[in-house]
């Protein structure tokens, strides 16, 4: 993921969160993130982004809604990269968050549904960091736009 922060690297968790990884795989690969904010800061918390144009600052388009797969084990700890979604909770579609900080109040508990995690970040929790410090005004939305350049598809290296 290229910023106008610096980079992030992402490591995706495909066995435990197929939909979702296919869902954020197919807005990479037909660029779906390009330009785009990260809309929503907030320090100690998390950062989210994908769901708004930086040329424009409207939504962009989406994908219909997928699955919620919180319930896969894995916690919405500091580094993890999870689905924005509304109240509903089979509502993620584009958006995305990292979590600054643990967060295990996010996770699916007993009935209650989470908001399923399906990467960490790998490097680059520097860059999130500076993120989450940017001063941001109503809605938590930074001052200074807080860019996505792209994000692209890395070949993990088979050892």
Known sequence: MDTSKGKIIIELFPEEAPKTVANFLAYVQKDG????TF???INGFMI????FSS????????????ENESRNGISNERGTIS???TGNPHSASRQFFI??????FLDAQ???WGYA???????GMDVVDAIAKVKTGSADKPLQPVVINSITLLEREMK
């Open 33 to 36: 993130y390009k330009k785009t």
């Open 39 to 41: 809309h929503r800061v």
């Open 48 to 51: 989210q982004g994908g769901g």
């Open 55 to 66: 040329e424009t600052g409207s939504k962009v388009s989406t994908l219909p809604p997928i």
């Open 83 to 85: 689905m924005a979604r």
């Open 99 to 104: 979590n600054h900080k643990d967060n295990a």
């Open 110 to 112: 007993g009935n209650k």
């Open 117 to 123: 995690v399906f990467g960490e970040v790998t490097l």
